[in-house]
């Protein structure tokens, strides 16, 4: 039987630490007509907040806050809307020891929203500026990139690497879309050296320490989603989705996560999807680990009849400066990659890892066979290859939907199926879900948590719910495809990736059988969600994105 329910929403219930309107005790204020803030005036600790509604661009200069005492820049209540025609909406020169934050208002995702830069940069963290965070920002409709944070050298010789570290940057949190260029660009891309000319030298540009990038919605940009470079201390990007990046088609400039030269980066979490350039582009050096990660169509929709512009789930290239590296690929699901799911052409490594991954439907299969999977020119010495899961046919790993939603059926062989990776072993899946569940892991970088994972399928279980969602991303309706063994009630709640917003939705009495329920979601913030069914028996979890 086939039933259609349109569920609606019960009011939703706020969990974070930005409970009240106007919770800060802002201590300075920043009129709409107002474009550049000198920090003579403030001291650490100090609140400045932005008065809500239309205005042009803002420099901030000279702020210094300390680290138990950071500046903080906020909305005041209302949203704040940059729209432009400046070279940037938002420029931090000489800054320190600040946090820039759109939680003015709760209800209110993003209070700071850089709405439109015609002539250049959303927002700039430059002129020898450290330690930042940014969060709860939308960037949209610029230039250039969205965010850059970076001191190009110069010849006064300042921001040499021997004379200047950018430490401690912060992003989460944001929404970025509809870039010209790097959705985030941070660091200089010119590890090995920038040329001068007007005191004819090359120098070392600094580097960057510190550097933690997660929680972000990055979309429709021109050039790479996420790129990092000179950051070879404690970098680490994760529970980011990246989504249609690489739309200009420009080459050397096509990925959704590019992990450049001079970076040692752990990368994981993060949902990378439907791009025309490689799901992760790697040319940094040092020990690196990236798990969890799911990466669907990278580079199909490029040049799709011409099989010489290739495009992979992971590429590895050498790193400018030719040091070694060594990566640890685990838990990885890599989904219909335009020519080949992980592309390792940097020989200049050993101890490499490529375990437990699901490769599935690689587009050069019919020409390269098994080499569509793990293309590489190593020896069998430098690389371990184990317990992966690699098919042309997307029905073999039995997702729950081989189009949308990646996670696996309870009789997947992938379920049960990994091998224990020691001290590279991750103890959470890609929706933060614990690993191992029935006491063994799963292959990809979904870990079933369905109770009957590895029993027969057609073992008739009292209570035993299935949920499909039946298109990811989703923007007005949720549609959910429930097939239940038995007349229940069930319960649903979509939770924001971050804690901060639980929408309830009242009990729903579902029959015996196959279901739709349509979620009405129209008026949520944009972002990543975690949707749970709960019934007396069981409580499933899909990760949504919502645009």
């Known amino acids: 039987m086939w039933n259609r329910v349109k569920i609606g929403l019960l009011m939703p219930i706020l969990f974070s630490q930005y409970l009240l309107l106007g919770q800060y005790n802002c201590t300075y204020f920043v009129e709409t007509n107002q474009n550049v ?33 950071p500046i903080t820049i906020v909305n005041n209540i209302g949203q704040v809307v940059i729209d432009t025609d400046h070279f940037y909406g938002v420029k931090f020169s000489n800054c320190s020891h600040i946090r820039f934050t759109g939680t003015g208002n709760s209800v209110i995702e993003y209070g700071i929203y850089i709405r439109r830069v015609d002539n250049g940069a959303g927002l ?43 430490t401690n940057l912060r992003i989460h949190h944001c929404w970025l879309h509809d870039i010209q260029d790097e959705g985030l660009y941070i660091g200089s891309s010119k590890y090995t050296g920038q040329y001068l000319p007007d005191c004819d030298t090359t120098v070392l540009p600094h580097i960057l320490t510190g550097v933690h990038i997660h929680d972000n919605l990055v979309e429709h940009t021109g050039w790479d989603g996420i790129q990092v470079s000179s950051s070879p201390i404690d970098c680490q990007v994760y529970n980011n989705t990246i989504l249609y990046d690489s739309w200009r ?47 669907v169509n990278a580079g199909r929709s490029f040049q799709p009849t011409d099989p010489t512009q290739s495009k992979h789930g992971i590429f590895v290239g050498n ?87 990646f996670d696996l059926q309870p009789n997947s062989p992938a379920v049960n ?19 191992p569940h029935n006491g063994a892991f799963d292959i990809g970088a979904f870990e079933s948590q369905d109770p009957y994972a590895s029993l027969n399928e057609n073992v008739a279980v009292k209570g035993k719910l299935d949920i499909r969602i039946q298109a990811n991303p989703v923007s007005e309706l949720l549609l959910l495809q429930v097939n239940a063994c038995e007349d229940m009630q069930i319960h649903i709640k979509l939770v924001k990736i971050d804690g901060g917003i639980v929408y309830q939705f009242p009990k729903q009495q579902i029959p015996s059988g196959k279901s739709h329920l349509q979620l009405d979601i129209a008026y949520f913030s944009k972002g990543v969600y975690l949707c749970t069914i709960i019934t007396d028996e069981q409580s499933i979890t899909k990760k949504v994105v919502l645009y």
């Open 417 to 435: 199926a990994a091998m224990d990776a020691g001290s590279y072993q991750p103890n959470f899946d890609i929706l933060m879900r614990p690993r």
């Open 249 to 295: 088609e420009t080459h050397f400039q096509m990925s959704g996560i590019l992990i450049g030269g001079g970076s040692t980066c752990n990368c994981y979490n993060n949902h990378i999807a439907n791009g025309k350039g490689d799901g992760i582009d790697v040319f940094g050096s040092g020990e690196m680990q990236m798990y969890n990660n799911l990466i």
């Open 37 to 69: 803030v000198d920090g003579q005036q403030f001291s650490p600790g100090d609140v400045i907040c932005l008065y809500p509604g239309l205005r042009s661009f803002l420099l901030f200069n000279n702020l210094h806050g300390t680290e138990e005492q």
């Open 124 to 166: 700039s963290i430059d002129d020898l500026s450290t330690d930042f965070e940014l969060d709860h920002l939308r960037i949209s409709n610029t230039a250039l990139g969205g965010i850059y944070a970076k001191t190009d050298p110069d010849c006064s010789f300042q921001a040499t690497r021997d004379n200047f570290t950018f």
């Open 319 to 405: 790193a400018p400066d030719g040091s070694p590296v060594n990566i640890k690929m685990l838990y990885n699901t890599i989904v219909s990659p335009k020519s080949t799911g992980i592309r390792f052409l940097n020989s200049n490594s050993s101890e490499n890892l490529i375990v437990n991954n699901i490769i599935v439907d690689p587009g050069n299969f019919g020409q390269s066979g098994q080499q569509a999977f793990f293309n590489h020119e190593l020896s069998a010495s430098q690389f371990t290859l184990s317990n992966n899961l690699f098919s042309d046919n997307l029905n073999i790993p039995k997702f729950i939907d081989a189009m949308h939603n």
